[in-house]
């Protein structure tokens, strides 16, 4: 097999170069501008074939009959299978399992995979699949609550309670069939609060589906082994859980199926659910053949999970003064037909539904439906995202009828280390709100007109419309908004999370070398280079190699919920402490020193003074290499609870500032964000280059949701754009000055005090630029992404 995954060098000279706190660079930052670097789809095998999915052209249909004959004649197929071929376990999901490997008697969106075919060439495994013949009896379309939850409505799952996984838990609890999970918060008493409110707004808002838009497919290569098990290189963001779905649907044992990562092209949250994982295990091992998956655009529009489409209803209740007094809100969002991680964002969007501020009372139910469209699941900022739009311009809208500063009123109510979640937890870290506030307020605001050149035409760039030459400033105004968000890092609701690493200090050629070993998949974020930072601090070395991320050492976790640098890199740094301490016992026994605090600096033991005891090289000498496995744990949390919502789910909060400054032309009813500036607290900044790669990333997928991007689901469940021509996303050209303010406030519970980064730019981004067409334009905007139609009226 040709470009196969390969151990990361990730050798740094120059003493302290590289260390926590440090901008290091990306050791596979060349190869991936260069084109060099090697992702899932560039896998190759000299004896492959080419595995294709057939899909179902129907949002809910029963299958009445399947005909394979003609995909089986044609020249070149080596196997095509269906439900009836599959050897063991028939359905999979992260928390539900809910959704089939192939269908069996219903499809339940447009899309769903319904036969599977290998062949020697792609085009031919595309042209048998096109030659099955699937009878199909269509069936009513669930698109909606009022569709989901009406007398008579097609439920979806029947028999939800008669499984054994953690179904029961959500199904005892809701209020209806199709619904999947139901959570309720009540804190307080918003009964007796209502009453005393001297101002109160209302608002009913919506959020469409948002795509992760990796720009590198779902792709993978399955390798059958000389054991009965299966080697499969994959793109994902969880290795070990997609091997324990697989083990169970290969009827294989979970040491059999082993998991190694491949180059990913981007996740964002695309790569957390099974996509050609199975279906390409499944043929290799039936075929006995190494086979390769890769799905092309259209197809990875309907082979992943996609953010949840949200309705949401909110009721603010505040003082003349300004004093929140009580919220009530009710958040729906569209879980699709199968339940992903929709459990988990329904949790998160209910615990954080009423963003980063002290309020006394509330009263907040959030749910997930089960409907015909497709499905939906973990996408970067997991919940927050819907709330987080309908909150802010609940907040903007309360300041209009107070009359109050809108920067002013969020600071008023803002949360601080000791305020109490509407869960009851009590937040125990700082929580600078406020300043996060100010300082993005205080930022000096770009000049206005600055399209005008020197030479009297103007630059098209920077207007709305751009290249376009839509407008040379006729009907431009400008509009400035403000949001604040608060986001949950790792797993919460009681999961046990941890990671693993394993940590290897050794000489070669005279020289220590430090390898890491991890299953933390590096999707882009830049995790293996913090993992190296870390060894080098903990170690004293610059020297550091990273293995392959696969299944051969224990699970690292996903790399979704901004977790990876503190659970993985909290598991690397535990290892290597434990390196490093039995570097100093067999340093103290061989020099007959037991006392006396001892360092590891520049591949030497030393005294706290700078005497140097002596080397790595000598303590490590011949096959002498100290190598530990370790697992890190964050503190515990725990299930909120279902009927009151209470209870210390998150392990840690992260909260972002964003001011937008937009240019609208109103009479096109088009928009030039100018200005997308931020401010956030990271705890620690690892590595303070990369962290502002995040912020700077995020902050642009939540302009994209502002202004750009959904995926247009009909009444009948179909995708109407899946394509990057018809689904837009920001380009450089739409991406505006980011000025960010890095504030490093430790979190004393957390490795080296730090917080996770990713996701919370993308939460407060999209509401302040929405806020900012608002104040140029005068009109509501309930609704994202805002179109030029919103904006004409036309």
């Known amino acids: 097999m040709s470009r196969a995954p390969v151990p990361v060098p990730l050798h740094q000279d120059g003493g302290t170069a590289g260390r926590v706190g440090e901008s290091t660079p990306r050791p596979d930052g060349v190869l991936k501008v260069t084109g060099e670097f090697a992702y899932a789809s560039d896998l190759w095998h000299e004896d492959m074939l080419w595995g294709h999915t057939l899909r179902s052209p129907h949002a809910h249909a029963r299958i009445t009959a399947i005909d394979t004959a003609g995909a089986l004649a044609t020249p070149g197929v080596h196997a095509v299978l269906t439900h009836d071929d599959l050897p063991a376990a028939t359905h999979y999901g992260v928390d539900v399992a809910d959704q089939p490997v192939l269908a069996a008697d219903v499809v339940r969106y447009e899309g769903e995979p319904v036969a599977l075919v290998a062949a020697d060439h792609p085009e031919t495994a595309r042209r048998a699949a096109a030659r099955i013949r699937v009878a199909y009896q269509e069936l009513p379309v669930v698109h909606d609550e009022a569709s989901a939850t009406a007398p008579g409505a097609p439920v979806l799952h029947p028999g939800r309670t008669d499984r054994t996984d953690r179904t029961d838990r959500y199904a005892a609890h809701a209020p209806h069939p199709n619904v999947l999970h139901r959570q309720p918060v009540i804190h307080g008493d918003v009964a007796a609060a209502a009453p005393t409110a001297e101002v109160v707004v209302t608002g009913t808002y919506e959020v469409g ?302 020289e220590p070398v430090a390898l890491v070993h991890t299953a933390a998949a590096e999707v882009g974020q830049g995790g293996v280079t913090v993992q190296a930072q870390i060894a080098r601090t903990e170690l004293g070395v610059t020297r550091v190699s990273l293995l392959p991320a696969d299944t051969r050492v224990g699970s690292a976790g996903s790399t979704s919920a901004s977790r990876q640098t503190y659970m993985t890199g909290g598991a690397v740094k535990l290892a290597c402490e434990a390196v490093r301490a039995e570097v100093f016992r067999r340093c103290r026994e061989r020099l007959g020193r037991p006392g006396g605090e001892l360092r590891l600096t520049g591949g030497k033991v030393t005294t706290a003074d700078g005497e140097v005891l002596a080397s790595l090289a000598e303590l490590l000498a011949g096959d002498d290499a100290v190598e530990i496995e370790l697992e890190y744990r964050h503190r515990p949390t725990e299930p909120f609870d279902l009927t009151t919502g209470q209870g210390n789910g998150h392990v840690q909060y992260s909260f972002c500032a964003h001011r937008a400054v937009v240019e609208v032309d109103t009479e096109l009813g088009l928009v030039k964000v100018v200005e997308l500036a931020a401010a956030q607290d990271v705890g620690r900044a690892i590595n303070p280059g990369a962290v502002l790669g995040q912020i700077h990333g995020g902050s642009a997928q939540g302009l994209g949701l502002a202004v750009l991007e959904e995926i247009v689901v009909g009444p009948d469940g179909r995708i109407r754009n899946p394509s990057f021509t018809d689904y837009l996303i920001p380009t450089i050209l739409d991406a505006p000055a980011m000025p960010v303010d890095v504030l490093e406030l430790a979190d004393e519970h957390a490795p080296y005090g730090l917080r996770g980064v990713g996701e919370a730019p993308t939460v407060s981004s999209a509401p302040a630029v929405v806020a900012a067409i608002r104040q140029a334009t005068g009109l509501a905007l309930e609704r994202v992404p805002v179109r030029p139609e919103h904006l004409t009226g036309r």
């Open 209 to 510: 589906m948002q795509d992760q838009a990796p720009l590198g497919p779902e792709s993978g290569l399955a390798v059958p082994a000389e054991d009965g098990g299966v080697d499969l290189h994959i793109a994902t963001q969880w290795l070990h859980i997609d091997r324990q779905q697989l083990a169970p649907l290969l009827g294989l044992p979970p040491e059999l199926v082993r998991l190694t990562l491949s180059g990913v092209g981007g996740a964002f949250g695309a790569r957390e659910d099974l996509s050609v994982q199975a279906h390409a295990c499944l043929l290799a091992l039936r075929t006995g053949r190494p086979v390769k998956m890769v799905y092309n655009r259209q197809e990875s529009f309907v082979g992943h999970v996609h953010r949840h489409p949200a309705r949401l209803s909110y009721e603010h209740g505040a003082t003349r003064d300004g004093r929140l007094v009580y919220v009530r809100a009710r958040i729906v969002l569209d879980g699709g037909a199968y339940a992903s991680s929709s459990p988990a964002v329904v949790g998160n969007a209910a615990s954080l539904g009423l963003g980063p501020y002290e309020v006394p009372n509330a009263e907040i139910e959030a749910l997930a439906l089960y409907t015909n469209n497709p499905p939906c699941g973990a996408m970067r900022g997991f919940g927050t995202v819907q709330a987080c739009f309908a909150y802010e311009a609940q907040m903007d809208k309360l300041a209009a009828a107070l009359g109050m500063d809108p920067v002013e009123l969020r600071q008023r109510n803002a949360v601080a280390r000791g305020s109490v979640m509407p869960t009851g937890q009590v937040i125990d870290a700082p929580a600078p709100v406020a300043e996060l506030l100010r300082r993005v307020r205080e930022r000096p605001l770009p000049p206005e007109r600055q399209w005008e050149t020197a030479g009297g035409g103007p630059d098209l760039r920077a207007l709305p419309g751009g290249l376009s030459n839509a407008t040379h400033g006729e009907g431009v105004v400008r509009g400035v908004g403000y949001a604040v968000a608060v986001k949950n890092v790792g797993f919460s609701e009681g999961y046990d999370d941890y990671s693993t690493a394993r940590v290897r200090l050794e000489v070669v050629g005279g």
